[in-house]
Each structure stands twice: as C-alpha cells, then as structure tokens.
C-alpha cells in the first residue's frame, strides 16, 4: 500500500510536467449545464487506477482504484468507465482537468480545458433619449438613434445587424460590464433590423420594431403644432389682405348681401359683399347731399 502510494505521487509529480498548460479537449458549456468528460475506456479493470485532477485547485477531486469509488467534490464518477461529470456547472469551474489512467498495459494521460459562460440575457432595444434634446434639426427630424444594451455579461458580442449584413460589433472580454451599441435609422427606413448577443456557443436576438420605438420626440411635436398654428394665422392674413385689396380695386355699383360661403370662390364672394356694402354707404350718404343742394338752390 505503501510503495502504491509513492507510485500515485509519483505520478502526480509527473503529471505537472507532462500536461503542461496544453489541453487534449476542448469543452464549452453554459452556465447551470453539465459537462461530461471521457475517458474512452469501455469499462474498468479490478486494477485500474483512474485519478482526476483540476489544476487550479492543485488537487484531487476524484478517482477509482480497485475498483472503489471516491470524489471529492460535487463532481460524479462513472464506475464503470471513469468519465468525470459535472452538474450544475458555475463559472468557478472553468479551468484545467487533468485524467491520469494507470492499467497493467501501462499509463496514459488527457487534459481537458473546460470553458463556463453565463447564461446570455436578451438584448434590449432604446432610443437615445439625449437625442430628444439634441438642437440638431437633422437628428430630430429624419434621424432616430438608437442604443442596444445587455447588462452585466463578459466575454460576448454586441452587433447590429442589417438583414443578413454586419453594420457594426463590439466586445467585451473578462469585465462584467453594461454593453451598449447605437445605431441611425430613418423614421420612414423599410430594412429589418436586429440586435444579437453571441459567445462560442450560443446567442440571442432582438428585433427591432422602427414604428414603435422611433417615435417623434415630445417637443418636436410641439414645434409641428406651433408651426401650424403660425401658418395659419399666416394664411388668415394673406387672405385678409387679398380681400381688402379687391374690394379696393372692384367697382360695385349697387349694394349686395350674396355672401357665399360654400363654393370655392367663398372668399372673393366675402369680399364682392363688403366691397358692395361699403361703396352703397358711400353712394347713399353723397346722393343725399346732392339732393339736398338742388332743394337749396331751387328754393
């Protein structure tokens, strides 16, 4: 037992230098998923020793010799192939694994870089909200900018995407950090758009929705009515002057009240009738006067 147990330190000693920082396998997994690493054998021989290894922590975590069982940690063993799995799966678990299998037929090793993402969370599509207060008439009217945002994630990418056409990335690699990404559209713009979240393994994606999130902003729309409001008084004006200046250039003759408000000539009827009621006030009071005078000169 003794002399069994030199030879596993022994082995242990040998296994830093042989495993290097290399790996034989590659596994990447999500965060709360499980991972299961092989050893190949088809079953295990009474004097088997299968011994498995995580480097960052230096020690052993699980093994089977004369056919026992021991772990020592949440890791479970396969008794009869010695394949190591590990369930619910944390960051913590990224790293080195090293499996040293001892048979009769001699001694073999395998290294495994095992790789834990977070779960992705699904990106979330804003408008800038400064844009609203940008004095810009460009990025108020025909532009919407917009921001797509993940929080809290690490070693993913943030793009945008045209249709099938990459606008724009970015990445992040070990910060746990809030990732944003912008993008302009045009309000009237028919192109799908979406926003897509990735790591090696897996991704999420957001479309975006242009009629619902590109809205015009607040005081844009108070800008639009006061620019109505003043050009109708504009336009009342105009009409006022037109129909000032006809009844000063029209010669009416006898008086009128035909004021027509339902044909498309409305407004030059309005002014024909005061043109009319003005000239017939001024024909009557000097008729009068006229008539008076003869009186005058007759008597």
């Known amino acids: 037992m003794i002399l069994k147990t030199a030879f596993l330190y022994l082995c242990l000693l040998i296994m830093k230098g042989v495993f290097g920082v290399g790996a034989d396998e590659v596994k990447s997994v999500t965060e709360g998923d499980s991972v299961t690493l092989n050893t190949h054998l088809t079953h295990i021989q009474t004097q088997d020793h299968i011994l498995w290894q995580f480097e960052s922590q230096g020690t052993r975590i699980a093994e089977i010799y004369a056919q026992i069982l021991c772990t020592y940690d949440r890791p479970q063993l396969d008794n009869q192939t010695g394949s190591l799995t590990i369930t619910n799966i944390t ?175 409305c407004f030059i009827n309005i002014a024909n009738s005061f043109c009319k009621l003005k000239k017939c006030y001024y024909n009557s009071s000097h008729s009068g006067e006229d008539t008076l005078h003869q009186t005058n000169t007759t008597v």
């Open 91 to 265: 960051s913590t678990d990224s790293g080195l694994y090293k499996l040293l299998i001892i048979r009769n037929t001699g001694t073999s090793y395998k290294r495994f870089n095992v790789t834990v993402y977070a779960r992705l969370p699904v990106p979330v599509i804003i408008r800038n909200s400064s844009q609203c207060s940008s004095s810009s008439e460009r990025s108020s009217v025909s532009i919407c900018v917009l921001l797509c945002s993940v929080m809290n994630v690490t070693r993913v990418s943030l793009s945008w995407y045209k249709g099938k056409s990459l606008l724009s990335s970015i990445s992040v690699s070990d910060l746990n950090i809030r990732l944003s990404l912008p993008l302009e559209v045009e309000y009237q713009d028919t192109n799908t758009y979406r926003c897509v979240i990735n790591n090696p393994i897996t991704n999420h994606t957001q479309h975006l929705n242009i009629n619902e999130i590109c809205r015009p902003c607040p005081d844009f729309i108070q800008r639009s009515h006061l620019i109505l409001l003043i050009a109708a008084v504009v336009l009342l004006v105009i009409v006022s002057s037109v129909c000032l200046i006809y009844c000063h250039y029209n010669n009416c003759k006898q008086p009128a009240m035909n004021v027509s408000i339902y044909t498309p000539r």
